[in-house]
T-cell receptor, first 113, second 116 residues
Framework: EAEVAQSPRYKITEKSQAVAFWCDPI?????LYWYRQILGQGPELLVQ????????DSQLPKDRFSAERLKGVDSTLKIQPAELGDSAMYLC???????????FGQGTRLTVV | AQSVTQLGSHVSVSEGALVLLRCNYS??????LFWYVQYPNQGLQLLLK??????LVKGINGFEAEFKKSETSFHLTKPSAHMSDAAEYFC??????????????FGTGTRLLVSP
């Protein structure tokens, strides 16, 4: 069964350091999402791609976060510099196209110390 | 703009009892609605979805939900809880196929606790 792959599963980093997460969506899925989930809360959309184009990044803290999906396939989310408040689960998801069900990866648990 | 309200951050039931998790949505366009389940330190797994057609939708693990437009609700039910149902449940809303781009927006979640 096709899955969304994310790496790493866990990451501990010191504040002010740079950190990057990688996501490989299900093959053929045009829409890719990055969500942040703070413990005890629902996922919050950071950025949504349609193929290689960003369609929504209104909640992405652009002074420190960046995301790219250069060839419209896999994607990288970067934080530089990391802050203590960035500690959260970062979830990647993909869907065949917008407004269809999203399939989630296992997530990356980030702890900033 | 889309939004979802899940009533009750925690719901406790006994094994074998009815499960009812509440979700109300707000949408300016015809919505698509989803329920996801999340186990600790895992991603989200789709339980069921409503897009068009039948308003009572059946999902995996014996769960079902009914879309009630007049009440703007999409409550999740299961007739008999099992210990393995203990998890966090999220309701989500997006636009429908012809509404153009709409965010997939999640509620704050309901933790289901199942006691023996």
């Amino acid at each position: 069964e096709a899955e969304v792959a994310q790496s790493p599963r866990y990451k501990i980093t010191e504040k002010s350091q740079a950190v990057a997460f990688w996501c490989d969506p299900i093959s053929g899925h045009a829409t890719l999402y990055w969500y942040r989930q703070i413990l005890g809360q629902g996922p919050e959309l950071l950025v949504q791609f349609q193929d290689e184009s960003v369609v929504d990044d209104s909640q992405l803290p652009k002074d420190r976060f960046s995301a790219e999906r250069l060839k419209g396939v896999d994607s990288t989310l970067k934080i530089q510099p990391a802050e203590l408040g960035d500690s959260a689960m970062y979830l990647c998801a993909s869907s065949l196209r917008e407004n269809t069900e999203a399939f989630f990866g296992q997530g990356t648990r980030l702890t900033v110390v | 703009a889309q939004s979802v309200t899940q009533l009750g951050s925690h719901v406790s039931v006994s094994e074998g009892a009815l499960v009812l998790l509440r979700c109300n949505y707000s949408s300016s366009v015809p919505p698509y609605l989803f329920w996801y389940v999340q186990y600790p330190n895992q991603g989200l797994q789709l339980l069921l979805k409503y897009t068009t057609g039948a308003t009572l939708v059946k999902g995996i693990n014996g769960f079902e939900a009914e879309f009630k437009k007049s009440e703007t609700s999409f409550h999740l039910t299961k007739p008999s809880a099992h210990m393995s149902d203990a998890a966090e449940y999220f309701c989500a809303v997006s636009g429908s196929m012809n509404t153009g781009f709409q965010k997939l927006v999640f509620g704050t979640g309901t933790r289901l606790l199942v006691s023996p």
